[in-house]
């Protein structure tokens, strides 16, 4: 029979990503999303059934948070994300042979504004307002739920770069068009993830049976906004770039709905429990990344 995994809001940047690597890797691939092909989220039975016996359960399932943060869009961030997470939770219950690992996706956003330190799961600050407060519910929403044998890890996720979709899309588009300078004052910190070190976490963790709870998914390199605009003209051939200042960010945002936190806060985060536990990432340069998928 074949192995069976469960991508929930499978559908999506990440959730795409790794139902092609599973596939390929001869797993029967799950998906739970709203899209009419997929698993519904109000069919409970067929939740319980596909999560029966599956390997691994990875909830990737939230609202973009990439538009205008007004009170319908808010509600909507919050509960795609703690909804999903109390459906997967109470399907397990019902189990007869519940997965042995549940994966549900986090961020490093959690983490307070950082110029002066990196944040690590040990010394790390949990920040304060509207997206602190989205992961510290999604995270007590997740390990609310306790079993005896489905172990269960948070993945604090930086900013995914990949070739399909996620940050890279519209960072190669203020390339393109001549905006591709700093940000800001281009000095806060850029914590970003390779999407094949994702898949590779993943089976890390699902190989190393004694690992747990919270964990930081994030390069070992992390850079600034400034590096990162640069390196990135560079590999686009971009001849020059023009710096966005903060206030022209904040008009701009407006325009194309979306806010200026998602690129002026500084997320300065380490993988130090991933580093701790024997993982190594396979992408810890940046340029060597932007290469890669540029
Ligand atoms: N990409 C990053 O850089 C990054 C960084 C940190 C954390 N994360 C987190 O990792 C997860 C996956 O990221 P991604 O980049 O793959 O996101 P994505 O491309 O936006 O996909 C998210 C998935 O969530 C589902 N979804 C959207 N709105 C929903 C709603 N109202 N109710 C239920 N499901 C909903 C969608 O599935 P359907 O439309 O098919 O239902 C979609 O497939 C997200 O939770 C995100 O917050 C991502």
Redesign the pocket.
Known sequence: MKKKIVLA?????????LQKQYTEQGYEVL?I???PH?IH?NNKTEIVNALDGAEILI????????CRYNEKNKA?IL???I??TNILGEAISQCKQAPELWIN?????IYRHAEDRPMTESTGEIGSGFSVGIATQWEAAFFKFKYPSTRQVA????????DE???MRPLKNLVRFGLGGKQGSGKQHFSW?HIEDIKNIIQFIQEHKNMSGIYN?SSPNPSTNKILMKELRKVMHAPFGLATPAWLLTIGAFLIRTETELVLKSRWVLPERLIKSGYTFKHTDLKEALEDLV
């Open positions: 809001g499978g559908t999506g940047f990440i959730g795409t990503y998906i999303s709203r899209q997929a989220w909830n990737l399932a939230g609202k973009s948070v990439d909507e509960s795609s994300r909804d999903t996706s986090s961020t490093a956003t993945l604090r996720i930086a900013i995914v770069l990949g979709g996620g940050a993830v998914c």
